[in-house]
């Protein structure tokens, strides 16, 4: 079953050794593939990439989604930000 995400969604790595850490997808490759950033560990400029079986999608950041989508600047700060402020416990 390929999972079907969209810029901006929040999700969490269930594999790798970035398993459990909370990330944005900001880029997509195909519909198996895309890339997450956290402003952190894995900036904008250098976002990982990742198999969609090892995600796990947990909400999603409108604002950035939406900048993103536009093409507009989106800092690692803000990201970072909106990523903290959005963590589902």
Do not use: W, Y
Request: proline share 1%; charged share 30%; net charge positive.
């Amino acid at each position: 079953m390929v999972k079907n995400f969209e810029l901006g969604d929040v999700v969490v790595s269930q594999k790798g050794r970035d398993a459990q850490l909370t990330f944005a997808v900001v880029q997509i490759e195909s519909q198996t593939v895309v890339r997450i950033a956290d402003g952190e560990i894995h900036q904008l400029k250098s976002p990982k990439k990742k198999n969609v079986k090892h995600l796990k999608c947990i909400g999603k950041l409108e604002t950035i989604g939406a900048k993103l989508t536009s093409g507009a600047k989106v800092f690692d700060s803000e990201l970072k930000s909106a990523l903290r402020t959005s963590k589902i416990d």
